[in-house]
């Protein structure tokens, strides 16, 4: 149960396969600290919202925000969500840093090998997919982690129910998009 580095056979480099019963036990870890130290369960999409909102008021200007209802309730602040999305992304980077396997790709090989190499195509895809997902974590008042991981710590009816449906839809989904391979 260790992580294990790995040298790829073609560029000589170093890379980190993170193990993901360590990694599993550490988000759940995360958890109880989030609940101790903030009282408040992990989750990113408030946030993700409030930012959206900032943004939008840079872009469109604070009236266009004010006449929103959502973005008056959950207005852009720096609190416990916004560390935890930043730091979300920032973890992420850094794993992916220290695991030798970022780069900046439009189109990476797996999408390029089922759906071409349009640059454009995938912005599109991804932008629209996320806008559907974000919309569903909106609608199911949370995210995978908001709704999955601390609704299921919780021993919540709703978040045992969202982890039965999010797994198989994802796996049909992937079968879907890119085949058994």
């Known amino acids: 149960m260790t992580t294990v580095i790995n040298i790829h056979p073609t ?31 992990i989750g990113i999409t408030t946030a993700l919202s409030q930012a959206s909102g900032g943004v939008a008021a840079i872009i469109w200007g604070d009236d266009f925000v004010a006449r929103n209802s959502y973005w008056i309730k959950n207005a852009l602040k720096l609190d416990y969500g916004m560390v935890f999305l ?37 912005f599109i895809a991804a932008f629209a997919g996320g806008a559907i997902v974000m919309y569903g974590a909106r609608l199911a008042n949370g995210c995978t982690s908001g709704n999955g991981i601390s609704g ?27 085949g058994r391979r």
């Open 86 to 122: 930043v730091g979300t992304f920032l973890g992420g980077l850094l794993s992916a840093l220290l695991a030798g396997n970022w780069k900046l790709e439009a189109t990476p090989a797996i999408w390029a090998s089922r759906f071409g190499p349009s640059g454009t195509k995938r």
């Open 11 to 41: 560029t000589r480099t170093a890379r980190i396969d993170w193990n993901p019963y360590l990694i599993g036990a550490g988000i759940g870890v995360l958890s109880w600290a989030a609940f101790v130290v903030t009282n408040n369960p």
């Open 152 to 178: 299921g710590l919780q021993l919540a009816l709703s978040g045992w129910l969202f982890l039965a449906v999010m797994f198989p839809v994802g796996i049909v989904t992937a079968f879907a998009l890119f």
